[in-house]
Each structure stands twice: as C-alpha cells, then as structure tokens.
Nanobody
Framework: QVQLVESGGGLVQPGGSLRLSCLAS????????MGWYRQAPGKQRELVAV???????NYADSVKGRFTISRDNARKTVDLQMNSLKAEDTAVYYC??????????WGQGTQVTVSS
C-alpha cells in the first residue's frame, strides 16, 4: 500500500518559516520524481516545487528564492523549506510522487496558514 504522509504544516506569521516533510512508503522512492503542490480556497491545485529522481529542481515563479525542495532517498523523504512566507502562501500543501506517464500518488495534505 502506497502512503505519502505530510507533516510540518501550521500557523505562521508573515515573514516566518516552515519546513514541510513527506514520508513515503510502499514505493521504490528513488525511482520517483517528487513534488509539492498547493491548493488555496477557491483556486486550482498548483505546482509549488518538484525534484526529479536525478535531483533536478524546478519551482513556481511565485516561490523562487523563498522555497527549497530537497529529498533523502535513504529516508524516503522529500522536504520543502519555506522562508519569507506571505499571506498568499496560505493553502493546503500536498506531496506528490510520480513516474511520469506511468503512475502517480498524492498525500492527504497539510494546512499552511500565514497570518498575523
């Protein structure tokens, strides 16, 4: 059974930081591209950051320079370090694992709220 379990969400003030973590089980983690997506109320789910199985990264323009994605194949985790958080970063953040065109899995999501 495949599971992607996110942790690290919460309430933070504007300008603060949070670190999200996703623990994967039931997959051969090193073969998957891993990503973080988010969905704000009333909006479509959007890509935040992705790290390929080869270690290449890509970020949404809105988070470049503020967020960093990383992975640990031995621990089967993918993290998202979020700095200089803004109110518009408020959303449910989802972990995503994919072998492109073959299979994909989603986590249940973790809420991030940026508010004073």
């Amino acid at each position: 059974q495949v599971q992607l379990v996110e942790s690290g969400g919460g309430l933070v003030q504007p300008g603060g930081s949070l670190r999200l973590s996703c623990l994967a089980s039931g997959i051969v983690f090193r073969l998957y591209d891993m990503g973080w997506y988010r969905q704000a109320p009333g909006k479509q789910r959007e890509l935040v950051a992705v790290i390929t199985r080869g270690g290449s990264t890509n970020y949404a323009d809105s988070v470049k320079g503020r967020f960093t994605i990383s992975r640990d194949n031995a621990r089967k985790t993918v993290d998202l370090q979020m700095n200089s958080l803004k109110a518009e970063d408020t959303a449910v953040y989802y972990c995503h694992a994919t072998i492109p065109t073959v299979k994909a899995y989603w986590g249940q999501g973790t809420q991030v709220t940026v508010s004073s």
